[in-house]
């Protein structure tokens, strides 16, 4: 027996961070974290030699594309000192990657300009657009997805599965000329693309509407799908059983019961969609002409501006980690059994 006023358990000057009903480990979630992180910088830093490699074996010279086939060799060669082209290859990939680091992006061999202040001109129209996207996204699949599990086997089913299926199966680019076709040269209610700004908000998010539409639409399939199956094993499980034996309907055990635990794997989809949607528009803001990172990346291309190609690419590269590294973390702090991995 233990004296009295003492506790049986063994004292300790810092408790755990635990708690019983949660079983929540605050050492266990950093850990899990830290790991994450050091897994995802050295995706990062093999995704910038990847990236940079790639973009310098590009046939062609920029400089040369610059100053025209008559330039003469002194010319050529005084131009690509100027523009930092003229050390080896790790030296230039050093020079990039640390300045990069530093938040130096580089000068644009084309506008002269710094990078970064061309990235953040454009990062106002591909970020709402990606929202946008994502927004209408979830609005659709959402209940789509709720309805085809509650109907399972019926005819509504059917029908909202193999129109997901046509949605994955058809290219954004396609939907977004047909958005164009209709809406924009037969029913004109939209322009068939241009931006103009965010002095008019209303018209800055009509001229986004048919472009976040198109975005929309194959990820919203994505969504409802795995909605579907999320809200599917659920019903499965015995708490629901339980719940209809105790006398709740079968729209009353979808709402209240298994929609709430089927949202996490949604939640985890809808955060990779995100950072997709945000480095995936390249297709619809050139359909759109709308003056993006993915229009300015097609720029780059054509005029062989590379540090602007590499710079812009990396950060969507590190967009898409770090918004991945983001959603391990949601869902590991849900999910205990994912922080034991």
Known sequence: MPPFGRSSRKDTPFPAFRTRETGFNLGAMLRYALHRL??????????????????EVIPGDSATFMLGLNATPETVAALREDLGLGGSLWER??????????????????YRVPVSDLVLDRLWVSLPLALYALSLSALIAFPVGLVAAAGRGTAADYGIMGATQLGIAVPNFWFAMLLVLIFAVNLQWFSAGGFPGWEHPGAAMKALTLPAIALALPQASILARVMRSAVLETLDQDYIRTARARGLSHRQAVLRHALRNALIPVLTIIGLQFSFLLAGAIIIENVFFLPGLGRLIFQGITQRDLVVVESVTMLLVFAVILVTFLVDLAYAAVDPRIRQT
């Open 38 to 55: 050091f897994s995802l910088t050295l995706s990062l830093m093999g995704a910038s030699v990847v990236i940079f490699l790639v973009i």
């Open 93 to 110: 990939y050093w020079a990039w990657a640390s300045g990069m680091v530093r938040g130096d992006f580089g000068t644009s061999y084309t």
